[in-house]
């Protein structure tokens, strides 16, 4: 099993940045490929990035390519999301998951995911 912690959140105005963090328990956070989605109020959960179980393959949504980077650090189990350029429209709470790296790469589809952290707050101000 897999628990994750994510951090990292805040108030920040449009244009502005912030990096996100979700740190893993366990010894086997290698072996599980990793993503990020968020929720805003009333909408559904999006899918934002996903990396790939070594960090050579990383994805993105369409809305945030050019912006946001992600990224992971095995040695440290832990995985990042650094937001860039952040609009009004990126407002929502952000959760990093996790499912075995056997079951594939990551992808857009969130029950697809087993593990989930319990979610950070990013507000952008306009």
């Known amino acids: 099993q897999v628990q994750l912690v994510s951090s990292g959140g805040g108030l920040v105005q449009t244009g502005g940045s912030l990096r996100l963090s979700c740190a893993a328990s366990g010894r086997t956070f290698s072996t599980y490929s990793m993503a990020w989605f968020r929720q805003a109020p009333g909408k559904e959960r999006e899918f934002v990035s996903g990396?790939?179980?070594?960090?050579?393959?990383?994805y993105y949504g369409d809305s945030v390519k050019g912006r946001f980077t992600i990224s992971r650090d095995n040695a440290k189990n832990t995985v990042y999301l650094q937001m860039n350029t952040l609009k009004p429209e990126d407002t929502a709470v952000y959760f990093c998951a996790a499912k075995p790296a056997s079951r594939g790469l990551p992808d857009r589809v969130a029950i697809d995911y087993s593990y989930w952290g319990q979610g950070t707050q990013v507000t952008v101000s306009s």
């Open positions: 990396v790939s179980w070594s960090g050579s393959s990383t």
